[in-house]
């Protein structure tokens, strides 16, 4: 009876065995991959930029530090809520169905700060990043668990080791994107802000928020990009 038991364990876990390697590709390719990895850079730019604009809207909306502490709070909420979301997205539909919504969402956010750079609202910049957020969620969701079925699963760790390499990539572009395009050279301090005349001070601060738009409309063209590559492939 007991072998019986084990014979029917073995079996069980044999054919579990060829269901989870059933979804691995035998053959890996290469430039779906490669669209795939630049997600992980896409990613990685989008966490060092809040950095960036934690710096910049301080001095332009005037914040304390409480205040700025919002645009981490409202991009990590955004993972918190949309993970499930987007797993269950992903049982329905898709791996490559929720990166197309993700990088749509993260599009969407991006191109909105063109809007709220008119509005001139702290909160209207903070509901931007949380769009960014939303899409970052489905990227992050999928793209992972998408990688390493891009290929035969011997090599998957190998695939998921190199995919991180571009996030790498990512965090150092978010960096040098914010110090070349975000800050200008003759960006007043908070000090010489609070020196200036009231008018004066409004159209610099006006200035210095209106900086944040040009890299986010590239990197959201970008993103755009990619969603297509992500489609047609």
């Known amino acids: 009876m007991s072998t019986l038991i084990t014979d029917k364990v073995d079996n069980a876990a044999v054919q579990k065995e060829k269901l989870d390697t059933s979804a691995y590709l035998p053959h890996t390719p290469w430039l779906q991959f490669l669209l795939v990895c630049c997600l992980f850079a896409l ?21 304390t530090d409480t205040q700025t502490a919002l645009v981490q709070s409202i991009f990590f909420l955004g993972y918190f809520f949309v993970a499930l979301p987007a797993a269950a997205l992903i049982k329905r539909f898709s791996y490559k169905a929720a990166i197309i919504i993700g990088l749509c969402l993260y599009a ?18 903070l509901a931007c990043l949380g769009v960014i957020a939303c899409g970052l969620s489905f990227l992050e969701t999928s793209a992972n668990t998408y990688s390493s079925l891009l ?17 790498s990539l990512g965090v150092i572009s978010g960096v040098l ?20 005349p009231a008018a004066a001070a409004d159209v610099a ?29």
């Open 205 to 233: 601060r006006h200035q210095m928020v209106g900086q944040v738009v040009g890299p986010y409309l590239i990197i959201g063209s970008v993103t755009g990009g990619a969603g297509a590559g992500v489609r047609v492939y």
């Open 151 to 167: 290929g035969p699963i011997q090599s998957s760790t190998q695939r998921i080791n190199f995919s991180q390499i571009f996030n």
């Open 108 to 125: 969407l956010g991006c191109f909105l700060f063109v809007p709220a750079a008119q509005i001139m609202t702290y909160g209207a910049f």
């Open 177 to 196: 994107i914010g110090q070349l395009m975000v800050f200008g050279e003759n960006d007043p301090s908070h000090e010489q802000l609070l020196a200036m």
């Open 43 to 63: 990613w990685g730019m989008a966490g060092n930029l809040n950095d960036i604009l934690i710096a910049q809207f301080k001095k332009g909306f005037d914040l």
